[in-house]
């Protein structure tokens, strides 16, 4: 879901800090996973949920628990801005693309 970053342009190596938010994002969408699977079976559903909790309460508000953090993320999934979360939805409904 989350591809290795690659030097941006002009840049032998990633930078760390690229790498320290592939991670993050790795790491709170495995936490959801394990979350929906200690109550739910592990199937498509659950994992399409983990992915989008993920990526809504975590990614999309830069790792903040502000208010205003949490509205910029609501804002930015009403309005088709979940990027995971749309690749999860069409891997998993075998939807290449």
Do not use: F
Not at 3 to 23: A, N, Q, S, Y
């Amino acid at each position: 879901m989350v591809p290795d970053p690659k030097p941006l342009p002009g840049e032998t190596e990633v930078k760390p800090i690229r790498w320290t938010l592939c991670h993050k994002k790795r790491d709170h969408m495995t936490a959801k996973w394990n979350t929906e699977i200690e109550e739910w079976s592990p199937n498509r559903w659950t994992a399409y949920n983990a992915i989008q909790g993920a990526e809504q309460h975590h990614i999309l508000t830069g790792y903040k628990d502000t208010d205003v953090a949490k509205e910029k993320a609501l804002v930015k999934a009403v309005n088709g801005r979940t990027p995971l979360t749309d690749k999860a939805l069409s891997i998993l409904s075998g939807i290449s693309g």
